[in-house]
């Protein structure tokens, strides 16, 4: 299995996530061949083309018009098909008709809404899964998983440096991330 590298992907000023929480982003949600997955806040398209690599349905819903044109570009550079939803989410979802895996990347404020409409087109078994930098949102994405008696929670905290030429360790942005499965 290859997994792809942050400097491969067609960037511009759309955050990407990288390297390191995105392949554990993807084990998280346990992608496998079959799945129906939707990517919410997709930004560069780094998770969505990650899970379609490994088989997934894809969709990515992305807000900004950089990112939709940088979601397109990579899954053409890769060779794979992702549905693209130009809109802010929840409101977009309308119409996403079924999914069993779910990740969250970047909310616009509206979690809460997000997860509650992922949850209700989400069957039982289903995973969702969220990136944050905030505790505020971390902590409410929780609070959602408990409240809806999400089972296997898992949360992590990854704390990356990598390794300049110099040989200077250059630190990235810690990253929570967070996932459940519905009951």
């Avoid at 690599?53 to 794979?80: D, H, M, P, R, Y």
């Avoid at 008709?97 to 509206?110: M, V, W």
């Avoid at 971390?138 to 296997?152: E, I, K, S």
């Avoid at 440096?161 to 519905?182: C, D, H, V």
Wanted: charged letters at 20%.
């Amino acid at each position: 299995m290859r997994w792809i590298r942050d400097e491969e992907f067609i960037r511009g000023s759309v955050p990407v996530t990288k390297f390191d929480v995105r392949i554990a982003a993807i084990a998280a949600l346990e992608i496998e061949k079959g799945d129906i997955f939707l990517d919410i806040g997709a930004g560069t398209g780094s998770i969505s083309i990650e899970a379609a690599l490994q088989g997934a349905s894809v969709t990515a819903v992305e807000a900004k018009e950089e990112g939709v044109k940088l979601i397109g570009q990579n899954a053409a550079k890769f060779g794979i098909a992702v549905e693209i939803i130009k809109g802010q989410a929840p409101q977009c979802l309308q119409v996403i008709r079924q999914i069993n895996k779910c990740f969250i990347g970047g909310s616009g404020g509206n979690l809460k809404q997000i997860f509650e409409r992922v949850h209700e087109k989400m069957p039982s078994g289903g995973i969702i899964a969220a990136n944050f930098i905030t505790l505020k949102n971390l902590n409410m994405f929780v609070d959602l998983l408990n409240h809806y008696t999400y089972a296997d929670v898992e949360l992590k905290l990854f704390q990356v440096s990598y390794m300049e030429q110099t040989g200077i360790l250059k630190a990235q942005n810690p990253i929570f991330l967070a996932r459940g499965r519905k009951p």
